[in-house]
């Protein structure tokens, strides 16, 4: 079973920093995605961005990248020049394509992120 | 048109009672899935739905029991409600091939049990 660890319950910065959210995941997969996920107090889940394993790349999506480093099995999310409009829930997941997917994603347990005007 | 759209968003209901939420997606994908969140925000998977292949996370009671009438739809039917259901309740789906993980979910359903 994969488990996915997030060790920061809570950050806290200032509009137009940059902010590192960090994940470590475990599995003896070698072929997985990942991805982040944010759910703002509306509680929607939003598709951040997501990153295939065998992809050496990081991936980029505008203000928002991932520090992939699939040996010591972390996958960290940096946002740019961060707008209260990131305040939110960031949630990191894995997911097993065996079958599809249908074991479906495996969750961390979450950061708050508040970005301060 | 919402893409996953669940139904009610909010259900309050007494222990005891049976109660249904229902899920919908238009966007053709395969496969369906219920999460629960707890109340520290913690997501877990309940089932996953795929051409009439039902997966369950072990750990969810037999109380839960998914519905699907068709690929579209998979509805969630809890019986004896308990004080720990009171959770929210995801939908979502997903698709296989080039698009595979690309999760859509629905806005939840906030269920209280009291």
């Known amino acids: 079973a994969q488990t996915v660890t997030q060790s920061q319950p809570e950050m806290s910065v200032q509009e137009a920093e940059t902010v590192t959210l960090s994940c470590t995941y475990d599995?003896?997969?070698?072929?997985?995605?990942l991805f982040w996920y944010k759910q703002p107090p509306s509680r929607q889940m939003i598709l951040v961005i997501r990153q295939e394993a065998y992809k050496q790349q990081n991936a980029t999506e505008n203000r928002f990248s991932v520090n992939f480093q699939k040996a010591a099995k972390s996958f960290s999310l940096k946002i740019s020049d961060s707008q209260l409009g990131d305040t939110a829930m960031y949630f990191c997941a894995f997911m097993n394509p065996l079958g599809g997917g249908a074991d479906g994603l495996t969750f961390g347990k979450g950061t708050h992120l508040i970005i301060q005007p | 048109d919402t893409a996953v759209s669940q139904t009610p968003k909010y259900l309050v209901t007494q222990m005891g009672n049976d109660k249904s939420i229902k899920c919908e997606q238009n966007?053709?994908?395969?496969?369906m899935y219920w999460y629960k969140q707890d109340s520290k925000k913690f997501l877990k998977i309940m089932f996953s739905?795929?051409?009439?292949?039902?997966?369950i996370n072990e750990t969810v009671p037999n109380r839960f029991s998914p519905k699907s009438p068709d690929k579209a739809h998979l509805n969630l039917h809890i019986n004896s409600l308990e004080l720990g259901d009171s959770a929210v309740y995801f939908c979502a789906s997903s698709q296989k091939g080039v698009n595979l993980g690309g999760y859509t979910f629905g806005s939840g359903t906030r269920l209280t049990v009291v």
């Open positions: 739905y795929n051409n009439k292949e039902l997966i």
């Open positions: 599995t003896s997969e070698s072929n997985y995605y």
């Open positions: 966007l053709g994908h395969d496969t």
